[in-house]
Protein backbone atom coordinates (compact mmCIF):
# COMPACT_ATOMS: atom_id res chain seq x y z
CA UNK A 1 0.00 0.00 0.00
CA UNK A 2 0.89 3.82 -0.33
CA UNK A 3 0.95 6.45 2.26
CA UNK A 4 0.91 10.12 1.30
CA UNK A 5 1.37 12.94 3.54
CA UNK A 6 1.13 16.32 2.90
CA UNK A 7 2.37 19.55 4.20
CA UNK A 8 3.33 23.23 3.57
CA UNK A 9 -0.31 25.09 4.05
CA UNK A 10 -0.75 27.66 5.67
CA UNK A 11 -2.24 31.49 5.51
CA UNK A 12 -1.04 34.09 3.06
CA UNK A 13 -1.54 37.31 1.49
CA UNK A 14 -2.99 37.53 -2.13
CA UNK A 15 0.46 38.05 -4.02
CA UNK A 16 2.23 35.77 -1.80
CA UNK A 17 4.09 32.46 -2.32
CA UNK A 18 3.70 28.52 -0.55
CA UNK A 19 5.34 25.44 -1.13
CA UNK A 20 3.38 22.11 -0.86
CA UNK A 21 4.63 18.77 0.03
CA UNK A 22 3.92 15.04 -0.74
CA UNK A 23 5.26 12.69 0.86
CA UNK A 24 4.97 9.08 -0.37
CA UNK A 25 5.72 5.58 1.40
CA UNK A 26 4.72 2.72 1.42
CA UNK A 27 4.76 0.17 -2.59
CA UNK A 28 5.81 3.54 -4.09
CA UNK A 29 7.43 1.61 -7.16
CA UNK A 30 3.53 1.30 -7.94
CA UNK A 31 3.02 5.09 -8.50
CA UNK A 32 2.92 6.39 -12.02
CA UNK A 33 1.08 10.12 -11.75
CA UNK A 34 0.82 11.99 -8.81
CA UNK A 35 -1.49 14.80 -8.78
CA UNK A 36 -2.22 17.72 -6.69
CA UNK A 37 -6.47 18.35 -6.45
CA UNK A 38 -8.27 21.11 -4.67
CA UNK A 39 -11.38 21.51 -2.74
CA UNK A 40 -13.18 24.79 -1.84
CA UNK A 41 -15.77 25.46 0.59
CA UNK A 42 -19.39 24.23 -0.79
CA UNK A 43 -17.39 23.34 -4.32
CA UNK A 44 -16.73 20.00 -5.87
CA UNK A 45 -13.11 18.97 -5.55
CA UNK A 46 -10.99 19.80 -8.92
CA UNK A 47 -7.54 18.95 -10.70
CA UNK A 48 -4.87 21.80 -10.11
CA UNK A 49 -1.85 20.10 -11.22
CA UNK A 50 -0.67 16.12 -12.55
CA UNK A 51 3.12 15.23 -13.24
CA UNK A 52 4.23 11.45 -14.67
CA UNK A 53 6.67 9.34 -13.76
CA UNK A 54 8.38 10.58 -16.24
CA UNK A 55 7.66 14.08 -15.46
CA UNK A 56 5.38 15.24 -17.84
CA UNK A 57 2.92 17.85 -16.27
CA UNK A 58 -0.18 19.58 -16.76
CA UNK A 59 -1.87 22.24 -15.51
CA UNK A 60 -5.29 23.20 -14.48
CA UNK A 61 -5.93 26.51 -16.66
CA UNK A 62 -6.33 28.40 -13.35
CA UNK A 63 -2.83 28.05 -12.38
CA UNK A 64 -1.10 27.76 -15.17
CA UNK A 65 2.14 30.64 -15.51
CA UNK A 66 1.34 30.38 -11.39
CA UNK A 67 1.68 26.87 -10.27
CA UNK A 68 4.70 24.44 -10.46
CA UNK A 69 4.36 20.90 -9.72
CA UNK A 70 7.79 18.59 -9.15
CA UNK A 71 9.02 15.52 -8.45
CA UNK A 72 11.87 14.36 -6.23
CA UNK A 73 11.97 10.79 -7.17
CA UNK A 74 15.08 10.22 -4.85
CA UNK A 75 13.04 11.75 -1.88
CA UNK A 76 9.90 10.18 -3.08
CA UNK A 77 8.16 13.48 -2.88
CA UNK A 78 6.15 15.85 -5.19
CA UNK A 79 6.28 19.70 -4.64
CA UNK A 80 3.51 22.25 -5.54
CA UNK A 81 5.06 25.57 -5.92
CA UNK A 82 2.31 28.32 -5.79
CA UNK A 83 3.43 31.55 -6.93
CA UNK A 84 0.74 35.00 -7.66
CA UNK A 85 -1.64 33.23 -4.85
CA UNK A 86 -5.48 34.81 -4.96
CA UNK A 87 -8.35 34.64 -2.77
CA UNK A 88 -9.97 31.88 -4.84
CA UNK A 89 -7.01 29.61 -4.56
CA UNK A 90 -8.03 29.26 -1.25
CA UNK A 91 -8.81 25.75 -0.32
CA UNK A 92 -7.68 22.27 0.85
CA UNK A 93 -5.40 20.84 -1.15
CA UNK A 94 -4.88 17.16 -1.48
CA UNK A 95 -2.02 14.79 -3.06
CA UNK A 96 -3.46 12.10 -4.84
CA UNK A 97 -1.53 8.99 -6.13
CA UNK A 98 -3.49 8.29 -10.07
CA UNK A 99 -4.62 4.77 -10.22
CA UNK A 100 -3.81 1.63 -10.60
CA UNK A 101 -2.82 3.16 -6.88
CA UNK A 102 -6.15 5.01 -6.11
CA UNK A 103 -5.00 6.86 -2.56
CA UNK A 104 -5.65 10.61 -1.93
CA UNK A 105 -3.46 12.23 1.60
CA UNK A 106 -5.04 14.07 4.09
CA UNK A 107 -5.31 17.58 2.83
CA UNK A 108 -3.78 20.66 4.30
CA UNK A 109 -5.39 23.88 4.48
CA UNK A 110 -4.46 27.03 2.20
CA UNK A 111 -5.59 30.11 3.08
CA UNK A 112 -5.08 33.21 0.84
CA UNK A 113 -6.73 36.66 2.46
CA UNK A 114 -5.54 39.85 3.23
Known amino acids: QVQLVESGGGLVQPGGSLSLSCAAS????????MSWYRQAPGKQRELVAKITRGGNTNYADSVKGRFTISRDKAENTVYLQMNSLKPEDTAVYYC????????WGQGTQVTVSS
Open 26 to 33: GTIFSIVI
Open 96 to 103: YADPPVGV
